[in-house]
């Protein structure tokens, strides 16, 4: 069984311009890996996110993905080497239906020729319907993704991330401005998708961190405070102070 890790960071600190946003943060996920990321506003979540893609350069410290550095490259050539992330905010193409939604983002990283071939290869449209099916929008096919609600285009985007068929999922609070049943139905999406990827997930919504269940990384002033089960991390008085007593405070 291969058991080497799939993203590895090694004491990774960033700093801006004297403000740092991350200090010595370890961490490592193994493929078909879920991981959650919380903790409170400010704490470096987004940072951590934008640093494994490569749109922040970390001041010290290495990346690993597959085994092989990648801190110093490109943010394409992350993307292409099997690393994808969603936002906050929908990212799809609002004038497209659905389906093209999908297939444009499954050819994002191939050649420019087959990008703008006309019919998709069987085999792609085969697997757009299949996520199609994952992200529960089969009988959404044809809609305009700009005509979707909300959490249906927050599951269209995770199904575009799904589309390029990265080895690494970073999934940044995919339940913003959901209700609570959309919120359970992104999680059920989510744990549907572990095992064929590993997925990063930040978020702040307790409910939705409890029913993902898995592994989870406390940040605080950008450094790890905790790592464990979610009881271990619910029972942590250190992570009480920080975020959860807080987090509950928000919620009343
Ligand atoms: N480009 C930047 N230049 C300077 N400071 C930045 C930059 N990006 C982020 N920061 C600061 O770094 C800290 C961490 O921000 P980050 O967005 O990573 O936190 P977060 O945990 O994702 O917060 P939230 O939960 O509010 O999204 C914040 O204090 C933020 O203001």
């Not at 749109?55 to 801190?71: A, C, W």
């Not at 990212?91 to 420019?112: D, H, I, T």
């Not at 929008?137 to 927050?154: I, N, P, V, Y």
Request: net charge negative.
């Amino acid at each position: 069984m291969n058991t080497a890790p799939l993203l590895t960071l090694e004491n990774v600190t960033v700093d801006f311009d004297g403000f740092k946003a991350l200090t010595d943060v370890s961490l490592s996920l193994a493929p078909q890996d879920l991981r959650v990321l919380i903790g409170p506003n400010g704490a470096g979540k987004s940072t951590l996110c934008d640093t494994i893609i490569g749109r922040v350069r970390p001041t010290s410290g290495r990346i690993l993905f597959k085994n092989q550095p990648i801190t110093a490259l490109p943010e394409q050539d992350i993307v292409r080497r099997g690393i994808c992330r969603k936002f906050q905010t929908p990212g799809v193409l609002p004038s497209l239906s659905v389906m093209e939604n999908l297939l444009v983002s499954a050819r994002k990283n191939r050649a420019w020729w087959l990008a703008f071939s006309s019919s998709p290869p069987a085999a792609e449209q085969e697997r757009a319907e299949e996520i199609l099916e994952t992200i529960g929008l089969t009988d959404r096919r044809e809609t305009l993704a700009g005509s979707l609600a909300h959490g249906e285009k927050q599951w269209l985007e995770i199904g575009m991330v799904v589309a390029t068929d990265a080895e690494l999922l970073l999934l940044d609070e995919p339940t913003a401005g959901m209700g609570p049943q959309d919120t359970q139905r992104t999680a059920d999406l989510i744990l549907s998708l572990v095992g064929r990827h590993a997925v990063l997930v930040i978020d702040h919504d307790m409910s939705f961190v409890e029913a993902l269940n898995g592994y989870t990384t406390v940040l605080h002033q950008g450094q790890i405070l905790r790592e464990g089960t979610v009881s271990e991390i619910r029972a942590d008085a250190a992570v009480e102070a920080v975020y959860l007593g807080r987090a509950k405070e928000d919620v009343a």
